[in-house]
């Protein structure tokens, strides 16, 4: 199975680039994509009739703000979009799909940098999402998650780390709930197979920074230990264009 992940910063604008194309080619068997900015009335028709998805939303009550989606050949057991609290359900950031192998989350993590108050909301959130992932791996189930979790793990995942250590995304206190992830025994598949320096997801707009790979790698996808031995292949597609982000991946044997 492929399993990709896409920050795709509007559907509407990616839909008018390269998406179709894209999900032609790599053919995934799911697809989680996050910041839709958009709101249940404005979906694509076009994106309604792929056949070969079951599709499924989450919407921001605020409008051209957040949301996720997530594509799938396999009909999910179950879908969930709460996690519990109205002020983290109402920016639609979290799509649960449970399978019979696994349960993919699929994460819309918040940006922390307009001010003291945000930062407190995603680490908050931060925190609610291990509770529900915690829950979820003490029934036995292997865990899948993925998205933008809006913070670059070490020096190794961002261009410019000294220059940044101070900066929301690369804050100690946002880096200490990756830290966290690892030490409780989830992988980052993508270090797991490359240990490559300038490998990078998202790419400001600004000063050419795309061009000259000046980027952070804060797009990932972390398994449980004991499932990463059905991890065969983690990448990143830095050559995908129509986003700040790129797509990431994972090809997994069940």
């Not at 070969?52 to 409008?63: L, R």
């Not at 992830?181 to 980052?188: E, G, S």
């Not at 320096?197 to 400001?204: G, L, R, V």
Request: one cysteine or more; aromatic letters at 14%.
């Amino acid at each position: 199975m492929k399993l990709i992940s896409w920050n795709i910063n509007g559907l509407r604008a990616i839909l008018k680039k390269n998406f179709f194309e894209y999900l032609e080619k790599e053919n995934p068997d799911i697809i989680g994509i996050q910041e839709i900015k958009l709101q249940e009335v404005q979906i694509p028709e076009l994106l309604e009739d792929i056949s070969s998805y079951h599709v499924y939303w989450n919407f921001a009550k605020k409008k051209g703000y957040s949301g996720v989606a997530l594509l799938t050949k396999i009909k999910p057991n179950s879908i969930t979009y709460s996690i519990g609290e109205d002020r983290f359900d109402n920016e639609g950031r979290v799509i649960i799909a449970d399978y019979d192998e696994f349960t993919l989350i699929n994460c819309y993590f918040p940006n922390g940098e307009m001010s003291n108050e945000r930062l407190q909301y995603k680490l908050d959130f931060n925190d609610k999402i291990f509770e529900i992932i915690s829950n979820i791996r003490n029934t036995g189930k292997n865990i899948i998650i993925c998205g933008d979790f809006n913070t670059a793990h070490k020096p190794i995942d961002l261009k410019n780390p000294k220059e940044n250590k101070n900066n929301s995304g690369f804050l100690p206190i946002e880096r200490l709930w990756l830290d966290k992830l690892v030490a409780n025994n989830y992988i980052d598949t993508f270090r797991y197979f490359d240990k490559r320096d300038n490998q990078y997801s998202w790419w400001s707009y600004r000063f050419g920074a795309r061009p000259r790979n000046i980027g952070w790698r804060i797009d990932y996808f972390f398994v449980n230990k004991s499932f990463i031995v059905n991890v065969k292949k983690a990448f990143i597609q830095q050559e995908i264009m129509g986003s700040d982000h790129c797509p990431l991946g994972i090809e997994i044997n069940l």
